[in-house]
């Protein structure tokens, strides 16, 4: 089994920028995606990456915020979260899975939580106003 390993949350005021990182234990021939949730909200695709195409899929809230990212030597994909917002404030999680699919359209890259079979543990995002 693949395991991922989250890093690079932290408290941060508004206006600041993070850097989240997600090392994974094998080969990262995968579809990647960020996911996040905050308290008393369900989980939602941020963004995603189709790491043999190259393709990359963003959250409307997000787009042109944030830039996902991968190193395939080093294994990690990483989120570069610029401008952030209080409603940012969540706990995201690294996920993935073997081949190209859900990272075909934002709606199914995003959308379908469930085609993602590896999550890492999380890592905690705090923006204050």
């Known amino acids: 089994a693949v395991q991922l390993v989250e890093s690079g949350g932290g408290s941060v005021q508004a206006g600041g920028s993070l850097r989240l990182s997600c090392v994974a234990s094998?080969?990262?021939?995968?579809?990647v995606a960020w996911f996040r949730q905050a308290p008393g909200k369900e989980r939602e695709g941020v963004a995603a990456l189709n790491i043999r195409g190259g393709s990359t899929y963003y959250a409307d809230s997000v787009k042109g915020r944030f830039t996902i990212s991968s190193n395939n030597a080093k294994n990690t994909v990483y989120l570069q979260m610029n401008s952030l917002k209080p409603e940012d404030t969540a706990m995201y999680y690294c996920?993935?899975?073997?081949?190209?699919?859900?990272?075909?359209?934002?709606?199914?890259?995003?959308?379908?939580?469930?085609?993602?079979?590896?999550w890492g543990q999380g890592t905690q995002v705090s923006v204050s106003s």
């Open positions: 094998g080969d990262t021939g995968y579809c």
């Open positions: 996920a993935a899975v073997w081949g190209e699919w859900p990272c075909t359209t934002a709606i199914q890259a995003l959308g379908l939580e469930h085609e993602y079979r590896y």
